[in-house]
DNA sequence: TAGATTGTTAATCGATTAACAATC
DNA sequence: TAGATTGTTAATCGATTAACAATC
């Protein structure tokens, strides 16, 4: 990684490449073009190479990318080449799917806590998981050092919640409330809202 | 609406507008700025004039916009000043946690079916639903005449049941797969992939 | 009226694409 | 070697911002 400002835009297609590349790894491809992942991801080769060279020359002229070291490169780059605890708060029905969703462990994501503030919720299991009470949730987040949460509470006490999380050290939000997030610069926050996501595609049909 | 061919990168926006317009309906206000409205949804006042612009003149100088005109206008452009159906391909957690969702219905959606391949969930009842046969999948949304999808199926089976979603006349597919699809042009795929989105966030961590 | 805020233009900034020399 | 494909440059294209006349 270099010291030029590489752009969110770029950053944020990474973890695209990552996954398609991880997938071609799976079933047993060794080297790949950018012509190729191109395809698989919907993006033009030149702008796969563009976005790669960003980080340095992991290419071979005329015979492309090893699948391999590029998945090493890019896990690097995003810093997924290690594990990252994340907690949950919001022990609803989203919470749930979260907890016991497979598809963590191998992106670099494991989930450490689940948090809620409905009484009757707090010292239920999910999965493995033990209930917490979102009163004790900013030491306990600060106690395990967690960086990144996923946030599954209702719309009315997302923001409440989030000031916690800054509060309590975390770094990088998933959203799934329905709402935006006021949260300092140095706090990033991704949204998933899923009737955002359909309107996004009505006005087209 | 006018003829000429508006950004999808505006149209992405719109609906993060309306979300913020809704909440501020909400809450009793009559009235906002391009100004107040960009410190809510994190975006340049001169940003969301112009966005708006593209559309129509709806706010007044000196004034601002009527948040009711506004959701009315910003409704009738995404198309959502209606009910979509929607069905649901998988009856895992996701598609639990989807089916139990509230935030459809005051955003232009409604869950009509859901299906899964597997035997052994087809005829549970899922909230109000009875999971149908991904067998009959094609002919039934036909009937029904769905256009909008939502897909969390394993990554494994997603190309296979997001081409039976477009021959059964699906135009619009939300994808939980972690998976990049490929479908025709004529046909929107966004994506939720809570890996993907947590990957665009540790690189700055 | 005075203050506020829009809609729009022009300027700036940034991202994408096309093309090709370098080279595996 | 011949063919393929990268990394990079320059050109193009598109998006954002700043500024302000118009006007409520």
């Known amino acids: ?15 695209v490449y990552l996954r398609a590349l991880q997938h071609m790894a ?22 796969i ?3 790669i060279s960003q980080f340095g020359e992991f290419g071979k002229q005329g015979t492309g990318y090893s699948i391999e070291y590029l998945i090493d490169k890019l896990r690097e780059i ?8 994340v907690v949950v708060v919001g022990a609803g029905d989203m919470g749930h799917a979260l907890v016991n969703y497979q598809g963590f462990s191998d992106r670099g994501f494991h989930i450490v806590a689940i948090f809620d503030n ?5 010292g239920q ?17 600060k106690e395990l050092g967690v960086k990144i949460a996923m946030l599954t509470v209702p719309a009315a006490a997302a923001q409440v919640v ?10 990088a939000i998933l959203n799934y409330a329905p709402i935006s997030l006021n949260v300092p610069n140095n706090v990033k926050v991704q949204y998933i809202d899923p ?4 309107q996004r595609m009505t006005y087209y049909l």
Do not use: C
């Open 125 to 141: 299991n999910i999965s493995k998981f033990n209930v917490e009470d979102t009163d004790t949730m900013i030491d306990r987040i």
């Open 118 to 122: 409905d009484k009757a919720k707090v």
């Open 49 to 51: 190479r563009k976005d």
């Open 78 to 85: 995003l810093k997924v080449d290690r594990y990252w605890d």
């Open 1 to 15: 990684m270099n010291a030029r400002k590489i752009p969110d835009i770029i950053i944020g297609r990474l973890p």
């Open 195 to 198: 009737s955002t996501h359909l």
């Open 26 to 47: 799976e079933i047993g491809l060794k080297t790949t073009s950018s012509q190729e992942l191109g395809e698989n991801v919907g993006i033009s080769a030149a702008q």
């Open 162 to 171: 989030a000031d916690q999380l800054v509060q309590a050290g975390v770094r």
